[in-house]
Nanobody, 121 residues
Framework: QVQLVESGGGSVQAGGSLRLSCAAS????????MSWYRQAPGKEREFVSA???????SYADSGKGRFTIYRDNAKNTVYLQINSLKAEDTAMYYC???????????????WGQGTQVNVSS
């Protein structure tokens, strides 16, 4: 079972920055495609950014130029750097892990518990 623990959220003013972290309990010989999603009150969960096991990245249009995703494989941690925060970035941010691999124990989609980001204008 993969476990994901997010941290780094908080309350900031518009224009500020935050770095979110997602620490993962990576299983041996599995590959992990990691991503961030967010969900604002009354809205559906939406894609924010992703990084695959090879380091390839993608971003939602809302975050291009402001969000940077990267991973530290030695620490089994994925980060989301958010700059120039806007009020509309206010949401619960979730980390997601899609685990793959040839070994029988590899597989599944896992979610963390979320970290709250509040941006005041």
């Amino acid at each position: 079972q993969v476990q994901l623990v997010e941290s780094g959220g908080g309350s900031v003013q518009a224009g500020g920055s935050l770095r979110l972290s997602c620490a993962a309990s990576i299983r041996l010989s599995c590959t992990n495609d990691m991503s961030w999603y967010r969900q604002a009150p009354g809205k559906e969960r939406e894609f924010v950014s992703a990084i695959d096991s090879g380091g390839g990245t993608s971003y939602a249009d809302s975050g291009k130029g402001r969000f940077t995703i990267y991973r530290d494989n030695a620490k089994n941690t994925v980060y989301l750097q958010i700059n120039s925060l806007k009020a509309e970035d206010t949401a619960m941010y979730y980390c997601k892990d899609v685990e793959r691999g040839a070994n029988s124990w590899c597989g599944g989609t896992y979610w963390g518990q979320g970290t709250q980001v509040n941006v005041s204008s």
